[in-house]
């Protein structure tokens, strides 16, 4: 998991809240992507951004909002949380020139 | 529909014996391959890709082996190690993807190695 950090690891929210994930590169490169990951469910695309300043939805968007005001960073936003949203989430990046994706560590959010 | 299919999603095999991981898809427009290994509480890693004008990849204990007629592609680990537990990813990439160059997944195989 080299190269991409999450914060926080873990995280409680209450139904209605809102918070955001972050994630970072230290690799300058240009793709990044959120997932979801579910029991049963693999790994779900929510957002993607192609280079600094663009965005766009994977399977999964609604209830979620991105950013990626930088090369470096690209981050999460749940703006009212709902139980259906508890799920590990994956920031990663994508070598230029190449279709590896290389994961960060992940965070466990709980909303209750 | 999954067009990425890991049909089984457990498999459990001896120590030093050969792991088979299979891995069915349904879109033929798709020309790269790859697997990915989870731990328990980390993120996903690399580990092993192939082009769609090869049949087969090796790399040290794991090979992959891709059949396009059958639309299949298999994950052999050998010898297999008490280490190599965990769950294993199959992803494909379409060709013509675009810039984002999205992957789509499997489910997932839990691997265990016994000692």
């Known amino acids: 998991n080299a190269g991409v950090t999450q914060t926080p690891k873990f995280q409680v929210l209450k139904t209605g809240q809102s918070m955001t994930l972050q994630c970072a590169q230290d690799?300058?490169?240009?793709?990044m992507y959120w997932y979801r990951q579910d029991p049963g469910m693999g790994l779900r695309l929510i957002y993607y951004?192609?280079?600094?300043?663009?965005?766009d939805k994977g399977e999964v968007p609604n209830g979620y909002n991105v950013s990626r005001l930088n090369k470096r960073e690209f981050s999460l936003r749940l703006e009212s949380a709902a139980p259906s949203q508890t799920s590990v989430y994956f920031c990663?990046?994508?070598?230029?020139?190449?279709?590896?994706?290389?994961f960060g560590p992940g965070t466990r959010l709980t909303v209750t | 529909d999954q067009q990425v299919k890991q049909n089984s999603p457990s498999l459990s095999v001896q120590e030093g014996r050969i792991s088979i991981l299979n891995c069915d898809y349904t879109?033929?427009?798709?020309?790269?391959f790859l697997w990915y290994k989870k731990y328990p509480a980390e993120g996903p890693t690399f580990l092993i890709s192939i082009s769609s004008i090869k049949d087969k990849n090796e790399d040290g204990r794991f090979t992959v082996f891709l059949n396009k007629s059958a639309k299949h592609l298999s994950l052999h680990i050998v010898p297999s190690q008490p280490g190599d537990s965990a769950v294993y990813f199959c992803?494909?990439?379409?060709?013509?993807?675009?810039?984002?160059?999205?992957?789509?997944w499997g489910l997932g195989t839990s691997l265990a190695v016994n000692p």
């Open positions: 951004s192609a280079s600094e300043g663009t965005t």
């Open positions: 690799m300058n490169h240009n793709s």
């Open positions: 992803a494909a990439k379409r060709h013509n993807a675009g810039n984002n160059r999205k992957l789509i």
């Open positions: 990663a990046q994508r070598r230029d020139g190449s279709y590896e994706q290389y």
């Open positions: 879109n033929s427009m798709f020309d790269y």
